[in-house]
């Protein structure tokens, strides 16, 4: 006969296998943590080019909300301005794409379906642009997956022949 094991102290960092048992029915726990307490990290890495690095950076945002829905099912019915600063130019594109994602991501839902960078200043690391979109819904805008956050990892700015960028975000 089988021995049926009761786990009793086994604390919540354990993770019990039923099948875990020897050959004699003695319960053989492996440590894993338990599946709350797993930590998945994610991460997809943008990449944008244009003519010029204004069109690069537009693309790049484009390319953050392209993961978070179908912008093609987005109407041009409102108008939401961004503004950022930084003190070098991966900083700047770090909180250009952060901004934008903050206006998702707060109160306003707003989804672009265009973005046009105004200017980018070079020597202050400022840049303004405008988006044409709507408030995100889900009725109406399929859900992709959520951009938790824009990262330092690996970002570049290579401006050798076309301008392009490559920006990582954490999902």
Known sequence: MQKVPVLTTISDFLFFNPH????????????FPSPSDLDHTADVQLHAWGDTLEEAFEQCVMAMFGYMTDTETVEPVDTVEVEAEGHDMLSLLFHFLDEWLYKFSANEFFIPREVKVLYIDRMQFKIRSIG???????????????????TYSAMQICEDEKPEVFVIIDI
Do not use: C, R, Y
């Open 20 to 31: 875990s048992l020897n050959m004699f029915g003695d319960v053989m726990p492996f440590l």
């Open 132 to 150: 044409w979109g709507e408030e995100f819904s889900l009725p109406k805008h399929p859900q992709g997956t959520e951009v938790k956050a824009i």
